[in-house]
């Protein structure tokens, strides 16, 4: 032995060398121990997201505390508002109460936990079976169990359950960690939980907002469309609606801004559009956020047409009924005298002969008593709405029933009216009486159009079949060479209530009740105008 080595011998230099460094590799262990522990928490807070179901929750969480702690398993116990359930655990084939077991209040070691509040050490092995958990964890060879409470601002959502392979791990500062731990995957089962419940309602939401087969937009305060449903593409033929401004969109030809007004007062505001010869109504909601801005609105269109085109038809149906109960009191009180008229005149045309002046007055009386029941008998045709049976008819006829009413009002006024109707026309299958109405309100609607205007008046009324796209048609056109129809308003012709025509000459139906009728029909009708020009309507109805 050196003199060195007797030194250090002699004064112990060696032993302490041992005890520092020692102390120091221990020292360095906790160190590094807390350093997994904070590690572990900061990942399972990095690492744990919505998209992360709980399993794969727990099977991060263990693979992490292996590392330091004897875990051989880990569940999760959560509560529904009525019981605790056993909800997750870690291996699967560490399961023997699987997972949905409802945990009994009164003999459950998790449920103590859950009511406590406060974290509990267990040991299995010894125990004479206190709780219900510890037969299955005793088969499962799990020595002993920690036990967290999940608290969550105050509240307690579940356990946290880690079972051991060896007892002796509950010291003091691994307790405060697992307290920690507990208290992070407890914030994050419940951040996970809210979010679930806001992406649930978002999707409900979204799918309702889908599903609504009226038109939706959601708007900012400056017009800007940020949102709409897909009726709204749907009828728009347009599948993004991104920087488009709805005032253009809808409302650059109106004089009210429904939506403008809507944002001005902070109220609602309803009114009516017409688009793509649709009658919509327009309702404009405005949207406030919690403090009580203003911040967007919501717009809502509803096709009306329809519902308009049938209380037109209800109107008109109405008006046609009371014009059937006058003609036919009308009828009932003139039909005696128009016999004893015509009758007399009769017997009188007897007694005088053809070139005698008398028996020619004679001839007028008795031919303008026929032409009164002539008269009477087409009221009471076209009055008849309720007796609408389709069967073989021609438009031919439709069209001499209307003349025969309207026919000489018409020529009356000087306007000419030249008919070519083709005499081989082909049946349809519809109401002779609809069509005639089709008819009658086209007739009256180019009279109104040549009353303003001088020179020659002229009226042309036109029957011919025809085949488009493989489908034979009865076509029936009204021309006229009157004032015309504004290009503007060509998209709105055919809108119930809208009227070229003051109060007192028009009501807006003709042609929204004729359209009804032409598509009841299974047919269509369209008009073209050139103001100054004149205008023309085709009927056309399918035959076979």
């Known amino acids: 032995m050196s003199k060195k080595q007797m030194i250090d011998l002699l004064t112990g230099v060696q032993s302490s060398k041992k005890s520092y460094y020692t102390e120091l590799k221990k020292t360095v262990h906790e160190l590094q121990k807390k350093n997994m522990q904070l590690e572990i928490i900061n990942d399972v807070t990095k690492s744990f997201n919505i998209n992360m179901s709980m399993d794969e929750m727990l099977k991060h969480l263990m693979d992490k505390l292996q590392t330091i702690f004897p875990i051989k398993r880990v569940s999760l116990s959560l509560y529904n508002g009525r019981e605790l359930v056993l909800s997750n655990v870690y291996p699967a084939n560490s399961a023997v109460l699987f997972p949905d077991t409802i945990l009994p209040k009164s003999s459950s070691l998790y449920w103590s936990v859950f009511q406590t509040g406060q974290p509990c050490y267990y040991e299995i092995n010894g125990r004479d079976g206190t709780y219900f958990e510890e037969d299955g964890l005793s088969l499962l060879q799990i020595a002993d169990v920690w036990v967290f409470p999940l608290i969550c601002k105050g509240t307690t959502i579940g356990v946290l359950t880690l079972g051991g392979k060896q007892t002796g791990w509950n010291d003091p500062s691994d307790q405060v960690f697992f307290e920690q731990l507990s208290d992070q995957i407890a914030v994050c089962i419940e951040n996970a939980r809210l979010y679930k419940e806001v992406l649930v309602s978002h999707q409900h939401w979204e799918e309702t907002f889908r599903a609504v087969s009226d038109i939706i937009f959601i708007v900012d305060v400056h017009g800007h469309i940020l949102q709409c449903n897909e009726a709204t593409k749907n009828f728009f033929q347009n599948d993004s609606f991104e920087n488009h401004s709805i005032d253009k969109l809808l ?159 018409i020529r009356k006024e000087n306007i000419c009216i030249q008919t070519t109707l083709q005499q081989d026309l082909p049946s349809i299958e519809g109401s002779v009486q609809q069509i005639g109405q089709i008819v009658l309100n086209l007739l009256i609607n180019a009279k109104d159009a040549l009353s303003g205007i001088t020179g020659e008046k002229r009226i042309d009324i036109d029957t011919k079949p025809l085949e488009q796209e493989g489908t034979k048609w009865v076509s029936l056109t009204v021309t006229d060479n009157g004032c015309g129809i504004d290009p503007s308003q060509m998209t709105e012709i055919f809108n119930p209530f809208f009227t070229t025509k003051s109060a007192v000459h028009g009501t807006g139906l003709g042609l929204s009740v004729s359209l009804g009728i032409a598509e009841a029909h299974g047919g269509t009708l369209t008009g073209t105008s050139h103001p100054g020009s004149g205008s023309r309507f085709q009927l056309l109805l399918p035959f076979t």
Not at 310 to 315: D, G
């Open 251 to 409: 409302f650059q030809s109106m004089e009210t801004n429904y939506f403008q007004e809507s944002m001005n007062s902070g109220v609602p505001v309803d009114g009516e559009l017409s688009l793509h010869q649709k009658v919509l109504t327009c309702s404009c909601y405005p949207i406030f956020n919690d403090a009580g801005s203003l911040y967007a609105g919501i717009i809502y269109l509803k096709d009306f047409t329809e519902k308009r085109r049938f209380e037109a038809q209800l109107l008109h149906s109405g008006k046609l009924a009371a014009l059937g109960e006058m003609a036919a009191g009308v009828a009932h009180e003139l039909n005696n005298p128009l016999t004893a008229i015509l009758g007399n005149a009769q017997l009188l045309l007897r007694k005088y002969p053809e070139n005698d002046s008398t028996h020619k007055l004679l001839t007028d009386v008795h031919q303008c008593g026929i032409r009164c029941r002539n008269i009477i008998r087409s009221l009471l045709t076209f009055s008849r709405q309720d007796e609408f049976l389709f069967e073989q008819c021609s438009v031919n006829e439709a069209v001499e029933q209307a003349l025969s009413l309207v026919g000489n009002q």
